[in-house]
């Protein structure tokens, strides 16, 4: 099974400010799909943000942004000028293209935003 | 927009009572996958089901079992809970891979946070 790895349980950032929160995953798959998921407190777990393995160009949705580093096996999710509202837990995913009714889940990162 | 609705956001039980976790979605996704979710541990599958009466084993199934009759519809049961048990349960649907539909993102319900007495 594909193992996904966030190594920061905890971050914290200043309102405005960018903060980059890091994933890393393992296969030896080369068709894949990556995905963010944000879980705000007492709230229901939404996508941030996707990645297509064969996509060089890194997604980006309004003031998130992903860095893929395909050969690096890392994905990492950057937030620009915070906000309060990003405040949450944030999931990083993995799904195989040819064999992905599962997803592979991280162990998430609790990101604070200090006003 | 995609509606996963879980039965209750939080549940009350006993020890060694036969506890019923339900979830519906009205996407008609093939895939719905059952989660345990606990600090430190991030989302762990306990089952999931591809088609109707189908099920799979995900990483933690001992002490539970699923259930899906209809395709909308997928139902996780404790058969004699104990306080181990005590968690919060997410419920999360897809379209079936392979191909396009891996792209698609699972969606998930609030959650039921149970507590095992």
């Known amino acids: 099974a594909q193992t996904v790895t966030q190594s920061q349980p905890e971050m914290s950032v200043q309102e405005a400010e960018t903060v980059t929160l890091s994933c890393t995953y393992d296969?030896?798959?080369?068709?894949?799909?990556l995905f963010w998921y944000k879980q705000p407190p007492s709230r229901q777990m939404i996508l941030v943000i996707r990645q297509e393995a064969y996509k060089q160009q890194n997604a980006t949705e309004n003031r998130f942004s992903v860095n893929f580093q395909k050969a690096a096996k890392s994905f990492s999710l950057k937030i620009s000028d915070s906000q309060l509202g990003d405040a949450a837990m944030y999931f990083c995913?993995?799904?195989?293209?040819?064999?992905?009714?599962?997803?592979?889940f991280g162990t998430g990162t609790s990101l604070t935003v200090i006003p | 927009d995609v509606k996963v609705t879980q039965s209750s956001r939080y549940l009350v039980k006993r020890t060694g009572e036969k506890v019923f976790l339900e979830c519906v979605q009205d996407m008609d996704h093939e895939n719905m996958f059952w989660y345990r979710q606990d600090p430190g541990l991030g989302l762990r599958l306990i089952y999931f089901s591809y088609d109707v009466k189908m099920k799979e084993k995900g990483d933690i199934p001992e002490g539970y079992s699923v259930s899906r009759e209809k395709k909308e519809r997928f139902s996780l049961i404790l058969e004699s809970a104990s306080t181990n048990q005590t968690s919060m349960y997410l419920c999360?649907?897809?379209?079936?891979?392979?191909?396009?539909?891996?792209?698609?993102?699972?969606?998930f319900g609030d959650g039921t946070r149970l507590s095992i007495l």
């Open positions: 995913a993995y799904r195989s293209t040819n064999t992905g009714n599962q997803f592979y």
């Open positions: 296969t030896s798959e080369s068709d894949y799909y």
């Open positions: 999360a649907s897809s379209h079936l891979s392979p191909g396009q539909g891996a792209r698609q993102p699972q969606h």
